[in-house]
């Protein structure tokens, strides 16, 4: 069973609001991650956990904040996010993060809009 | 760093009749490929993948070529379906110590007319 469980599935937040998304995943996979997509584009990296630490941040602004409190959860906290913000994002997960060729599963994504 | 160009930008076939998808990448360090199959409103699904050690892969109807002198590799579909309407990416992951990366080319909007 490859899954990964986001929630929630959509959220409309202001500007002053201070908000979270959530991610789970059972498959024992050690490494999970945050992708953002806007709309027509690719998956854009913005952070990788490794065995629960943070070992990606691809200068992604501070108000974006991944915490990843056990194997099987990953959260973004949100706070002071502008417009520009609204995107769907991703979460996703693999075995292990050192070396390549690690399968790497998405879910379904939490749509944001910043209003 | 590694950069992945995709094409066609969208690609419209008739039902029963063949797709294919190409990609070239710029860093031949680079040794797994997967393709990534995006329907609207849903996140990436892996529909295939290919690592740098094979130049062919199948799965029923998908099948994935890598031409690693080229740094070259394409998508297949043979016999498409409606249900096969979806974007379609291709990734490279350049070789990393540390850490698992993929780069995602820029997608192809793949549409099956009945």
């Known amino acids: 069973d490859t899954e990964v469980t986001q929630t929630p599935k959509h959220l409309v937040m202001g500007m002053t609001n201070k908000k979270s998304l959530k991610c789970e995943q059972h498959?024992?996979?050690?490494?999970m991650y945050w992708y953002k997509q806007k709309a027509k584009k690719p998956p854009e990296l913005m952070f990788v956990?490794?065995?629960?630490?943070?070992?990606i941040n691809e200068s992604v602004p501070s108000r974006f904040s991944p915490e990843c409190p056990n194997s099987s959860l990953l959260n973004l906290h949100l706070h002071a996010l502008q417009p520009e913000d609204s995107a769907l994002y991703l979460c996703?997960?693999?075995?292990?993060?050192?070396?390549?060729?690690?399968?790497?599963?998405f879910g379904e994504g939490s749509w944001l809009t910043v209003v | 760093g590694e950069n992945v160009e995709q094409h066609p930008s969208t690609l419209s076939v008739q039902e029963g009749d063949s797709a294919v998808i190409k990609c070239t990448y710029s860093?031949?360090?680079?040794?797994?490929f997967p393709w990534y199959k995006q329907e609207l409103g849903k996140g990436p699904q892996l529909i295939i993948d290919?690592?740098?050690?094979?130049g062919e892969k199948k799965d029923q109807r998908i099948a994935v070529t890598l031409n690693k002198t080229a740094k070259h590799f394409s998508l297949h579909i043979t016999e498409t379906q409606p249900e096969d309407s979806a974007v379609y990416f291709c990734?490279?992951?350049?070789?990393?110590?540390?850490?698992?990366?993929?780069?995602f080319g820029s997608g192809t909007r793949l549409l099956v007319r009945p």
């Open positions: 290919i690592r740098s050690n094979v």
């Open positions: 498959m024992g996979h050690r490494a």
């Open positions: 996703a997960s693999s075995q292990k993060s050192g070396g390549s060729g690690n399968t790497i599963y």
């Open positions: 860093d031949s360090a680079s040794n797994y």
């Open positions: 956990y490794s065995y629960e630490k943070l070992s």
């Open positions: 990734a490279a992951s350049p070789r990393m110590d540390s850490s698992y990366k993929l780069i």
